[in-house]
């Protein structure tokens, strides 16, 4: 079991739909990450939030929306997405101690999206 | 550009057999990690090496690391089939604003037959 949870495992969706991923930790880590993954190929950042404030946006268009309400959590906001947005979603944490940049990523094991 | 590339990008070995990935970098480094992903699931902490340092053990496994040559390698020693996985580097470059900002080589697909 990994100490990051994301909900749901599986989410299929039309263009139209708006939908929600959640990632939940209770490690006290202070930094949180959402990466999107196709087939085969590596991670890629999307958002990273350090003390619950939006640090680093890497470009993501707008139809995905990151929320940190505290935390613990963090939620992806779906919006109008488009079928290549097809991939696996995951969320990590770090301790966020200084220096930050030596700390591990704890990952959970994603959300599988499918855009219809 | 990439910032990691690894090769083999597949490898099939024998268990018992050792398996040794390599990974490549372009620009200076804070750290170096590597994960482990199984099919399906999320990525794994294997290992940190900083940019000082040359060589960590862990377990069965074993990094280098060569800053003059911008390279790192993962030996895994006596493989084991659990040991079938996606292996990924990863890198945190240098700098104070990065905010862990890791970036992926493309990864090694390793196959241990029983």
């Known amino acids: 079991d990994t100490e990051v949870t994301q909900t749901p495992k599986h989410l299929v969706m039309g263009m139209t739909n708006k939908k929600s991923l959640k990632c939940e930790q209770h490690?006290?880590?202070?930094?949180m990450y959402w990466y999107k993954q196709k087939a085969k190929k590596p991670p890629e950042l999307m958002f990273v939030?350090?003390?619950?404030?939006?640090?680093i946006n890497e470009s993501v268009p707008s139809r995905f929306s990151p929320e940190c309400p505290n935390s613990s959590l963090l939620n992806l906001h779906l919006h109008a997405l488009q079928p290549e947005d097809s991939a696996l979603y995951l969320c990590?944490?770090?301790?966020?101690?200084?220096?930050?940049?030596?700390?591990?990523?704890?990952f959970g094991d994603g959300t599988r999206l499918s855009i219809l | 550009s990439q910032q990691g590339e690894e090769d083999p990008q597949a490898l099939s070995i024998q268990e018992g057999e050792n398996a040794t990935m390599n990974c490549s970098y372009k620009t200076s480094i804070n750290n170096l990690q590597w994960y482990r992903q199984n099919s399906g699931r999320g990525l794994v902490h294997l290992i940190l090496i900083r940019s000082n340092e040359r060589e960590k053990h862990s377990g069965r496994l074993r990094v280098t690391l060569d800053t003059s040559k911008k390279s790192s390698s993962l030996l895994i020693t006596a493989s084991r089939a659990a040991d079938t996985a996606s292996y990924f580097c990863a890198t945190v470059l240098a700098g104070g604003t990065s905010y862990g900002k890791l970036t992926f080589g493309q990864g090694t697909i390793l196959t241990v037959h029983p």
């Open positions: 990590a944490s770090s301790p966020r101690d200084i220096p930050y940049s030596n700390q591990p990523q704890h």
């Open positions: 490690m006290g880590h202070r930094a």
């Open positions: 939030y350090s003390y619950e404030k939006l640090s």
